[in-house]
């Protein structure tokens, strides 16, 4: 995978891995842990959650997307290593496109695993009899749907900044020789 040739490989590699992420979202959405109310023989009343399957594909999606930006920050040095890019439009929308891809990255990692730790956090057990509104707490609808909207305008920048970066490292830099400049004045004895 040298530098300034676009890889095929990559693009499918980043491409597949956060298609994986979000469908590792979309079934952590449709599995959340929900809770039903629940009265033993002793008149305890207490929740009774299902199981806990949405954890664990929040968990894969965060590990398929964390993967996927690994691939392409190790193929592109981080955009900080490596040639340096040639000045331009490419290096431009390769720097926009680099920044963008982080921070929609940071926000789709943070909503999957906060999912995650939420749903994974329930008690299994509680001991107040005498409540009048009872309710069993669960994780609210959408959190794992805005990880996977997120991971989806990551992969498009991904795909972007790739093609951006193979740009501009493939472009070679303009130099100008200007020890053979003159005024065009005739030198005087």
């Not at 305890?44 to 398929?64: E, N, Q, R, W």
């Not at 795909?159 to 053979?180: D, I, L, P, W």
Request: aromatic content about 14%.
């Amino acid at each position: 995978m040298g530098e300034g040739k676009a890889s095929t490989l990559v693009l499918l590699m980043v491409v597949a891995l956060s298609l994986v992420a979000f469908g590792f979202s979309i079934a952590a959405e449709r599995r959340r842990s929900t809770g039903t109310i629940v009265t033993d023989p002793m008149n305890k009343t207490y929740c009774v959650y299902d199981s806990d399957v949405a954890t664990g594909y929040g968990v894969g999606a965060f590990l398929f997307l964390f993967s996927s930006e690994s691939l392409l920050m190790g193929v592109t040095k981080c955009l900080c290593f490596g040639n340096p890019l040639a000045p331009g439009g490419n290096r431009a929308w390769s720097i926009i496109y680099f920044t963008s891809s982080w921070l929609s990255f940071l926000i789709a990692e943070a909503c999957i695993i906060a999912g995650a730790a939420k749903n994974a956090y329930h008690t299994k057990y509680r001991g107040a009899v005498y409540a009048q509104n009872w309710s069993c707490e669960s994780l609210r609808k959408g959190v794992f749907i805005a990880g996977a909207v997120f991971v989806v305008f990551t992969m498009i920048l991904n795909v972007y900044y790739y093609m951006y970066f193979n740009k501009a490292t493939s472009q070679t830099a303009r130099k100008s020789n200007h020890a053979n400049l003159t005024v065009g004045m005739a030198g005087y004895p």
